[in-house]
């Protein structure tokens, strides 16, 4: 794989607060990352002003707030943010067919086959077990769950998901070769777990058939990020 491709694979997660951090970290890294993802914690202290910020140091984003409400609501509110024009935003599966294929005709409908925001599905968190799933009334082992899951996005018209990378082989089986995988939990060989639990290298996400990689504290806690960020991506690069 070439540099170029290997650093569009890793997404930084920008787990921040105020438009001071995302400068300082757009202006760091933007030329060593693929994209920056903007969650929840950022986008309610700034809203759209952080997706304004990084696009405006040439980034791409991932607007990853996990839509799940009625389906015209989930629609209107991922055509807004294909209107920023973010690179990536999502949505739960869990919220059903009709809110995922809505979704997608709204998108359809205004963007007409021109390049669009991609959608991705959140499957089953990872923070769930079992007997997470249990509470809520759902008797199915998790990985079943995510399979079907993942399975009813795509015959939603659903671009992707979000997965854990010890998912991502039986979702490529699934689901195959062009839907698109994005695994959290990867941790380089040279850094610390922090509290990630199952986790993968980025090497062995690639290899498994991750697209791209979300990796926040391996860069952000680093004595240099920006070189650091260069490390992930010869490890990607390296992979056959
Ligand atoms: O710092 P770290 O690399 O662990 O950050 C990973 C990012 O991915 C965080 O923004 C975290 O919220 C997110 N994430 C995750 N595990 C999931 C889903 C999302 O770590 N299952």
């Not at 202006?27 to 002003?49: N, R």
């Amino acid at each position: 794989m070439n540099r170029e491709n290997a650093r569009e694979k890793i997404i930084f997660a920008l787990d921040v607060n105020g438009l001071d951090e995302v400068e300082k970290w757009s202006d760091l890294i933007a030329a060593k990352v693929g994209m920056f993802k903007i969650g929840k914690q950022l986008f309610t202290s700034c809203g759209p002003e952080a997706v304004k910020s990084v696009q405006k140091h040439g980034g791409e984003v991932f607007l990853d707030l996990k839509y799940h409400d009625i389906p015209n609501t989930v629609a209107m509110a991922t055509l807004q943010a294909a209107r920023m024009g973010v690179k990536l935003a999502n949505l739960h599966a869990l919220g059903g067919y009709e809110m995922m294929a809505m979704t997608m005709e709204a998108l359809d409908k205004e963007f007409k086959g021109a390049q669009r925001t991609r959608v991705l599905a959140v499957t089953i968190l990872t923070s769930s077990t079992e007997e997470t799933l249990r509470g809520v009334g759902i008797e199915y082992p998790v990985q079943d769950m995510v399979v079907r899951l993942a399975k009813l996005a795509k015959s939603a018209g659903v671009d992707g998901v979000v997965a854990s990378p010890h998912e991502v082989g039986l979702i490529r089986q699934a689901c195959g070769p062009d839907f698109l995988i994005v695994t959290p939990g990867v941790r380089p060989v040279f850094s610390s777990t922090d509290d990630q639990k199952r986790i993968m290298t980025p090497g062995e996400a690639v290899r498994q058939g991750a697209d791209y990689l979300v990796i926040g504290r391996p860069i952000s806690a680093a004595g240099d990020p920006a070189k650091t960020a260069d490390m992930i991506v010869d490890e990607i690069m390296a992979v056959q």
